[in-house]
């Protein structure tokens, strides 16, 4: 498959959407970064004349993200020259702006309801031959996408960032069983030549690879120490983690949430 990827809309901007956007904007890419709607005034921004209508005001949330995730040390961004590259807006006022997009990169909080919702307003605006993706750390892509019209589906898959995306390299491809291969080969391909990435293919399967070894490891780690085993099996998972750690290089910055998560699945 050809594709030239100019622009990438990515929703969330929480901690990995913004600092994906800043890993597109260091790469030189456009990035279109939306958060959902703020519908709350303060009373310092009433009293300097702002309303619900201000523009500001609605696009607070993603700023807000944004901002937060530029103090980030290390910094998301090479320099703040690529900053320009950002621009922000949210769902309501600007999902149309994502028409105008080549890949449609979600990175909302880890819910599939949440995430089914919002791809139901990305399939109504998107144009056709699209790429969209999400960045969940362990939902079934399959899931995710079921119910969605049929070139939604087949341009549809998981592509796994890991926090921060700036510096880690492991990126992991999820088809799901409706993704055409050529998607797939695309991303495979350039995750490495255009994004700086390891890729890595993965079954759709909970947690894909790198969270089910990790996860595995780590609970197994706790266990065994809540079991107060004192001979070699804690070193033997922790090693597990380390090989994780080293593999994907991510433990540190692992979120309490996704751990909860994927360590639901594993029961
Ligand atoms: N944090 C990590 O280390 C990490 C690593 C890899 C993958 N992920 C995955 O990336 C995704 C985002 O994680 P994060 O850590 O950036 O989360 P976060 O909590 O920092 O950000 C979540 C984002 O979701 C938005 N959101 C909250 N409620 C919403 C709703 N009802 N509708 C639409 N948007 C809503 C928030 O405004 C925010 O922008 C998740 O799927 C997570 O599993 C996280």
Same mark, same amino acid.
């Given at each position: 498959? %050809?594709? @030239?990827?100019?622009?990438? !809309?990515?929703?969330? #901007? +929480?901690?990995?959407?913004? #600092? /994906?956007?800043?890993?597109?904007?260091?790469?030189?890419?456009?990035?279109?970064?939306?958060?959902?709607?703020?519908? %709350?005034?303060?009373?310092?921004?009433?009293?300097?004349?702002?309303?619900?209508? &201000? #523009?500001?005001?609605?696009?607070?949330?993603?700023? $807000?993200?944004?901002?937060? @995730?530029?103090?980030?040390?290390?910094?998301?961004?090479?320099?703040?020259?690529?900053?320009?590259?950002?621009?922000?807006?949210?769902?309501?006022? $600007?999902?149309?702006?994502?028409?105008?997009? *080549?890949?449609?990169?979600?990175?909302?909080?880890?819910?599939?309801?949440?995430?089914?919702?919002?791809? !139901?307003?990305?399939?109504?605006?998107?144009?056709? +031959? &699209?790429?969209?993706?999400?960045?969940?750390?362990?939902? #079934? /892509?399959?899931?995710?996408?079921?119910?969605?019209?049929?070139?939604? %589906?087949?341009?549809?898959?998981?592509?796994?960032f890991f926090n921060p995306?700036?510096y880690l390299t492991l990126?992991?491809?999820?088809?799901?069983?409706? &993704?055409?291969?050529?998607?797939? *080969?695309?991303?495979?391909?350039?995750?490495? &030549?255009?994004?700086? %990435?390891? @890729?890595?293919?993965?079954?759709? @399967?909970?947690?894909?690879?790198a969270n089910?070894?990790g996860?595995? !490891?780590?609970?197994?780690?706790?266990?065994?120490?809540?079991?107060?085993?004192? *001979?070699?099996?804690?070193?033997?998972?922790?090693?597990?983690?380390?090989?994780s750690n080293s593999r994907c290089n991510r433990f540190g910055y692992f979120?309490?949430?996704?751990?909860?998560?994927?360590?639901?699945?594993?029961?």
């Amino acid at each position: 498959m %050809k594709k @030239t990827i100019n622009k990438i !809309a990515v929703l969330g #901007s +929480g901690i990995m959407g913004s #600092s /994906i956007a800043c890993h597109f904007a260091n790469l030189g890419f456009k990035v279109l970064l939306l958060d959902r709607l703020n519908d %709350k005034l303060s009373a310092n921004d009433h009293n300097k004349g702002y309303n619900l209508q &201000t #523009s500001a005001i609605r696009n607070q949330l993603v700023r $807000d993200g944004l901002d937060k @995730t530029l103090l980030g040390k290390p910094c998301p961004i090479f320099s703040a020259k690529s900053l320009p590259l950002i621009s922000i807006g949210n769902f309501e006022d $600007d999902m149309i702006q994502i028409s105008g997009c *080549d890949w449609i990169l979600e990175a909302i909080i880890e819910d599939v309801n949440l995430k089914r919702k919002l791809f !139901a307003e990305v399939d109504k605006f998107r144009k056709k +031959g &699209t790429l969209i993706s999400s960045n969940t750390s362990g939902i #079934s /892509i399959g899931k995710i996408v079921d119910g969605r019209s049929e070139d939604f %589906k087949v341009h549809f898959c998981g592509t796994h960032f890991f926090n921060p995306p700036r510096y880690l390299t492991l990126l992991e491809i999820i088809p799901s069983t409706f &993704t055409k291969p050529d998607v797939v *080969d695309f991303l495979m391909r350039y995750g490495e &030549t255009h994004l700086s %990435k390891d @890729t890595i293919l993965c079954k759709d @399967t909970p947690g894909f690879i790198a969270n089910r070894i990790g996860i595995f !490891a780590m609970v197994s780690a706790f266990q065994l120490a809540e079991n107060r085993c004192a *001979d070699g099996r804690i070193n033997w998972s922790t090693k597990i983690c380390d090989f994780s750690n080293s593999r994907c290089n991510r433990f540190g910055y692992f979120r309490e949430s996704s751990r909860w998560f994927v360590g639901k699945f594993k029961r």
